[in-house]
Every structure is written in structure tokens, then in C-alpha cells.
Nanobody, 125 residues
Framework: VQLQASGGGLVQAGGSLRLSCAASGRAFSRYPMGWFRQAPGKEREFVAAINWSGVSTSYADSVKGRFTISRDNAKNTVYLQMNSLKPEDTAVYYC???????????????????WGQGTQVTVSS
């Protein structure tokens, strides 16, 4: 499975961006997926996760109410809609997938098997 993240860019505080993560492989529709981010000098951290069907989601407290994770299994794509962006959201954002056939999502980055290359999000004040 290969993951390709896109949609990052430079935006002013209060603005919005939508990240996309396109996956190869038919098994994608059964994989739980997640978004993580890493700011300079910091560890990679959890942002959002979604189970295979899209019914169950989870968010980091820092983005709850501002970000929305979703997926379109017919397009092999997972999305991260980011609204009300803040300068502290500046980071490289990574999508990740886990080879798992079940109904759960995962918030622990160590549980994931596949990673995209990352896309830069910069929020100016």
C-alpha cells in the first residue's frame, strides 16, 4: 500500500485547508486511517483517526471542533478538513494506514503500518 498526501500550503490564521491522502491497493477500504503531524523540534503527534467505515472517529483535544476526518472508500481517499487554523497547527502532516480487518481506529502512531510522505501546513499569524 502506498499513501500520497496532498493539500498542504500557506494560510492565514483563521483560514481553512483540506488535506487528502490517496491510497493504492484494494484493501484500503478495510484499513483504519489516521492523520498525524510533526512540528520542527517536536515529536510526531496524533491528530485524527477514522475506522474503515467512517462511522467512528477520534480527535486530539487540540483540534477537536476545528478538524474533521472523513473518507471515501470508492476513491481510496481519506481527508482532513481543517478550519479555524492557528499558528500552532503549523507542521508537516502525515497520513497513515493500518493493515487491520476490524471496526476500530487507532490513535497510537506505532500501531500503523503504512505512511505517506507528508505535506507541509504553515499558518501565519
Amino acid at each position: 500500500v502506498q499513501l500520497q498526501a496532498s493539500g498542504g500550503g500557506l494560510v492565514q490564521a483563521g483560514g481553512s485547508l483540506r488535506l487528502s491522502c490517496a491510497a493504492s491497493g484494494r484493501a484500503f477500504s478495510r484499513y483504519p486511517m489516521g492523520w498525524f503531524r510533526q512540528a520542527p523540534g517536536k515529536e510526531r503527534e496524533f491528530v485524527a483517526a477514522i475506522n474503515w467505515s467512517g462511522v467512528s472517529t477520534s480527535y486530539a483535544d487540540s483540534v477537536k471542533g476545528r478538524f474533521t476526518i472523513s473518507r471515501d472508500n470508492a476513491k481510496n481517499t481519506v481527508y482532513l478538513q481543517m478550519n479555524s487554523l492557528k499558528p500552532e497547527d503549523t507542521a508537516v502532516y502525515y497520513c497513515a494506514g493500518k493493515d487491520y480487518r476490524g471496526s476500530y481506529y487507532y490513535t497510537d502512531l506505532h500501531k500503523y503500518d503504512y505512511w505517506g510522505q507528508g505535506t507541509q501546513v504553515t499558518v501565519s499569524s
